[in-house]
C-alpha cells in the first residue's frame, strides 16, 4: 500500500462517528419505508428493472444496462430512465438529436449514442419520470431503471444489484469510512446478485466460498462477471486500432475506479501514463490542450491516447480538435462466468414474459 493509499484509508477511519450517523439515518428511511410509514413506495403494472448497487464507486452498473440493451432490445420495446448525474438541468428530459451530455448526464448520453433506437430518458425523480416516459413512448415494453436501487419511492419488479469482487458489500462499511450508500440488508431487496469484475480464472471452489459468505436468500439467483475488453475504436472516425505490447499510451479518464484498466494496460502494453480527473469530470479546452502536451512529451514512435467510452462522451464537444488526434475509446463489456450467460438472460425476459402473459389475461 502506497502512502496516499494508506493515508486516506486512516482519515476514513477518523470519520468512523459521521460513517455510524449515516447509518442510523439510512436505517431510519429505510424502516419507514418497510412499514409505509410517511414514506412509501409505488409500483407500476409495468415491467420495470431496476440496475443499481448499495455503494460508491465503480461496480460495473452502465455496462450491465448496456449488456440488457444489448440483449432486450432486438425483442422487446426498451428505454432507459436515469437520474442524469452531474448534468446542468433539471426534471424530466428525453434525449434527441440536440442533446448533449451537460443536459443528460454522460452515462444516458453514452446509452443514446450507442442505442440511438432506444428512448433515453432523464429525471430525478422517477415517480413523475415514469408516467411521463410512457406517455411519450406509448409502445414500450420495459423500463431499464439505471442506478435505482436506493431510489425506493418506485418499486421496481425486478431488482438486480451489483457488487465489485475486490470491494464486497459484506465486508464495507458506511460512508464516509467505508463506501456503502445503503445497508446491507437491503440486498434482501434484490432478485439477482452479481459479482462483477471477478478474475477471468476464478475457481469453482472460490465461487462456491463467496456463496456461502454472501448467504443468499432461496429467491435470489446470484452470478459473477468479468471484465471484457473490446478493440479501441477513434473517437470520431471510429475507425480501430488494437493495443499491442509496442505501444506507450497516455491514459486519460475520469471514472470512479479505473485499477482493473490500468492492470489491463499493464499486462498489453509496453507502458502506459496517466491523465487523472475526478468521476464525471467535466472537460475543458485547457484539459484537452493539456493531454496533447503530454502527449506530445512521450517521445516514442508507437503511442496512443486511449480513454473510458464514459469519458469519451464528455470529450465529443471538441470535435475539431479531435479529429487528427490519436484518441481511442476502449469499449468494456460484461462476460458472465460459468456459462450462465443463458441463465441470466432467460430470468430477464421470463421477468418481462410474465407481465405481457398477466396483461393479457
Not at 450507442?114 to 429525471?123: E, L, M, N, S, T
Request: aromatic share 12%.
Amino acid at each position: 500500500m502506497n502512502f496516499n493509499a494508506f493515508f486516506l484509508k486512516s482519515f476514513r477511519v477518523l470519520l468512523l462517528p459521521f460513517a455510524v450517523l449515516y447509518g442510523a439515518i439510512v436505517f431510519i428511511r429505510n424502516r419507514l419505508y418497510d412499514k409505509g410509514i410517511i414514506l412509501q413506495e409505488t409500483s407500476f403494472n409495468f415491467p420495470l428493472i431496476c440496475v443499481g448497487n448499495i455503494a460508491v464507486g465503480g461496480t460495473g452498473k452502465s455496462p450491465m444496462v448496456e449488456y440488457l440493451l444489448n440483449q432486450l432490445q432486438p425483442k422487446y420495446k426498451i428505454a432507459t430512465l436515469s437520474r442524469g448525474y452531474k448534468r446542468k438541468t433539471k426534471g424530466y428530459a428525453l434525449a434527441n438529436e440536440q442533446t448533449t451530455a451537460l443536459e443528460i448526464g454522460d452515462e444516458p448520453m453514452q446509452f443514446y449514442l450507442k442505442f440511438p433506437d432506444v428512448p433515453v430518458a432523464v429525471g430525478e425523480e422517477r415517480l413523475v419520470a415514469i408516467p411521463q416516459l410512457l406517455h411519450d413512448v406509448p409502445d414500450l415494453q420495459a423500463i431499464i431503471l439505471d442506478d435505482a436501487f436506493q431510489h425506493r419511492a418506485v418499486k421496481a419488479g425486478l431488482n438486480i444489484v451489483l457488487t465489485e469482487y475486490n470491494n464486497l458489500y459484506i465486508y464495507d462499511f458506511f460512508l464516509p469510512t467505508g463506501d456503502l450508500r445503503d445497508e446491507w440488508r437491503s440486498v434482501k431487496r434484490a432478485d439477482i446478485i452479481i459479482i462483477t469484475k471477478c478474475p477471468n480464472d476464478l475457481s469453482v471452489e472460490k465461487k462456491q466460498k463467496l456463496l456461502r459468505n454472501l448467504h443468499p436468500l432461496p429467491k435470489q439467483q446470484v452470478y459473477f462477471t468479468t471484465i471484457e475488453y473490446g478493440t479501441p475504436y477513434h473517437i470520431s472516425q471510429h475507425t480501430e486500432r488494437p493495443i499491442t505490447e509496442k505501444d506507450e499510451v497516455l491514459l486519460v479518464c475520469g471514472i470512479a475506479n479505473p485499477k482493473p484498466l490500468k492492470d489491463y494496460l499493464l499486462q498489453i502494453a509496453a507502458t502506459y501514463y496517466q491523465k487523472n480527473y475526478t468521476d464525471h469530470h467535466i472537460f475543458t479546452i485547457d484539459d484537452l490542450r493539456e493531454i496533447v502536451e503530454k502527449f506530445k512529451s512521450i517521445d516514442v514512435p508507437q503511442k496512443m491516447i486511449l480513454t473510458t467510452e464514459k469519458d469519451a462522451v464528455r470529450l465529443t464537444k471538441f470535435k475539431q480538435e479531435l479529429v487528427d488526434l490519436p484518441l481511442y475509446v476502449l469499449p468494456i463489456r460484461h462476460q458472465f462466468l460459468f456459462n450462465e450467460a443463458a441463465l441470466f438472460e432467460s430470468a430477464i425476459e421470463h421477468f418481462i414474459g410474465n407481465f405481457s402473459n398477466k396483461n393479457n389475461t
